[in-house]
């Protein structure tokens, strides 16, 4: 059906933070082996490709976003023979597999910083960047970490500043520099060679910095109570018109294999997001939008922000839809229980790739961390501002045994509080929860092109109600989705093919389709 588009058009992408999917040794840390176990619930799910946060030999600073080798797998992990092992079995069940590169720090544990640090006329001395102090030890300018503090860190032993966009121990690497560019293309090729399906690129819009470092101006729109990172708009340290030719760069080695993916992660308002997709959209194939995670839940919002979006995409270019990740509050928390059924059905029936966040498909929450438990290190530089980003990494919930069935012992990370009732094990035997609802969601999708495919037309906002219409050679589908609490109405003919509750398939309407509060309804429309 959906023969002349690239798989990642019509697909589905599942994200996997590895360390909290599945343990497989007992360690209380997930692994490749744990994922290669529940490669068959991700088939069952009805996915297409499972991206993996990452996964390769890292002090952890960072959970992995710090790598000091950029081709093997960490230990914890497992093996590159593991690593190979799940490439294979997820490609026998038709799942692709991609993977994250970080490009634009390492740890302060790689050996090329090492070298790098080594003396002022080493030869990867320019690999990073480093600069002389302002007066005495002062930071070269004004630019700061986003986990807090100045982004400079001064470095006694040659009496220059490395800087660092996140923690110190990530120092940034320079993409103005050539063999820079050549050594992080050869990791990209040595995984593609491995079988991999493509890259989620982290941080993509930090890639190049000024080249004169000129320094941040005040942000007039900054608050008390915000974090630090917010006081000056980052208009020097990122999204410099020099990274499209870096993301181009990337895209040509990603086309010297076929079939293959680049995802940019970029938090950007839809304007400059749309740029990534790159001139001749020879860019990201998908530059990923984060807009439906910290939009408001109402209907005239959401209406806006797709309008929006869809209107600053460039010709052909390829939307995508993301609500969740792990670095952002889990969406069943921050709409609720009945609205996260709207807020799934809302992101699998939108045109565009859909990217699922582990966990959310069983209405998995945001589970509040206790103060001696707290791993993640922007909430300890920065804390009591609600940056943590533990609570939506916590454990999938497999089943209602001890630890969930993620692991036999006690996990890195505190379980749920409902472990008991958010369950893969107890979704699957009720057919109205949210585990059968997505699974409903995700098998109209693969079914009928109109969404996953089909043009994207709003058909009207009132009040609480929302309303679009997605449409494929000459066939149309209606979405109607309740963001509110009362009940809401629209004049309609058809029939239901699928409502939140998981209670009306089939139910013919004939003039008027009612809604509860917080629900979803796709109805195929008479003709
Ligand atoms: C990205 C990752 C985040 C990480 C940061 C620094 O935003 O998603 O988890 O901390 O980059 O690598």
Not at 310 to 330: F, S, T
Not at 340 to 359: D, E, K
Not at 367 to 383: A, L, Q, S, Y
Not at 389 to 406: E, L
Request: overall charge negative; glycine content about 8%; hydrophobic content about 40%.
């Amino acid at each position: 059906m959906h023969e002349n588009f690239p798989w990642w058009k019509s697909g589905i992408l599942y994200q996997i933070y590895p360390r909290s999917f599945q343990d497989s040794n007992g360690d209380g840390v997930g692994d490749l082996r744990g994922v290669i176990e529940r490669l068959p619930y991700l088939r069952e799910l009805g996915v297409d490709a499972l991206w993996l946060s990452p996964i390769f030999p890292s002090p952890m600073e960072d959970f992995g976003y710090d790598i000091s080798d950029y081709t093997g797998i960490d230990p914890l992990f497992g093996t590159l023979d593991d690593f190979d092992a799940l490439v294979a079995a997820a490609h026998n069940l038709g799942l692709r597999v991609i993977l994250d590169l970080v490009p634009n720090h390492t740890s302060d544990r790689h050996p090329w910083f090492i070298e790098s640090r080594s003396s002022r006329d080493n030869a990867k001395r320019d690999w990073y960047i480093w600069r002389d102090p302002k007066g005495e030890v002062g930071p070269p300018n004004n630019w700061l970490s986003e986990f807090g503090g100045s982004s400079w860190e001064f470095d006694a032993y040659t009496g220059q500043h490395y800087y660092h966009a996140f923690l110190r121990n990530q120092p940034d690497l320079n993409w103005r520099n050539p063999e820079v560019r050549r050594a992080m293309h050869d990791v990209m090729r040595f995984w593609l060679r491995r079988g991999v399906d493509g890259f989620r690129v982290d941080v993509m819009w930090h890639l190049i910095k000024d080249d004169l470092l000129r320094d941040n101006p005040p942000n007039p729109d900054y608050t008390e109570g915000q974090q630090p990172y917010q006081q000056l708009v980052p208009l020097y340290s990122t999204d410099r018109p020099e990274v499209h030719d870096v993301v181009s760069e990337l895209r040509q080695v990603i086309d010297e294999f076929d079939d293959r993916v680049l995802i940019g992660e970029i938090y950007l308002p839809p304007g400059k997001l749309v740029a990534y997709y790159g001139r001749d959209l020879a860019g990201a194939h998908l530059p990923f939008n984060f807009a439906l995670i910290s939009t408001p839940w109402n209907a005239r919002a959401i209406a806006k922000l797709i309008d929006d979006y869809e209107a600053a995409l460039p010709p052909g270019a390829w939307p995508n839809w993301v609500l969740g990740n792990h670095d952002r509050q889990r969406i069943a928390s921050r709409v609720g229980g009945d609205q996260a059924r709207v807020a799934a059905m809302l992101l699998l029936t939108l045109r565009g790739t859909p990217t699922l966040y582990y966990g959310d498909e069983i209405g998995m929450p945001q589970v509040e961390i206790p103060p001696d438990r707290v791993r993640d290190p922007w909430e300890k530089n920065v804390p009591g501002m609600g940056v943590g980003r533990d609570g939506c990494r916590t454990p999938m919930q497999w089943d209602a045994t001890a630890y969930a069935g993620f692991s036999v012992s006690e996990p890195w990370l505190p379980l749920s509080k409902n472990v008991a009732l958010e369950n893969v094990a107890t979704e699957r035997r009720d057919s109205a929860s949210m585990l059968s609802l997505r699974r409903a969601l995700i098998a109209l999708r693969r079914a009928r092109p109109e969404l996953s495919l089909g043009t994207y037309k709003l058909v009207s906002v009132a009040g609480d109600l929302l309303v679009f219409e997605r449409a494929h050679q000459g066939r149309r589908l209606l979405v109607a989705l309740n963001l509110g609490v009362a009940s809401a109405s629209l004049a309609a003919h058809g029939r239901i093919l699928l409502s939140t509750f998981m209670d009306r398939q089939a139910e013919e309407i004939d003039g008027s389709l009612s809604l509860r509060g917080a629900e979803g309804i796709i109805l195929k429309p008479s003709a």
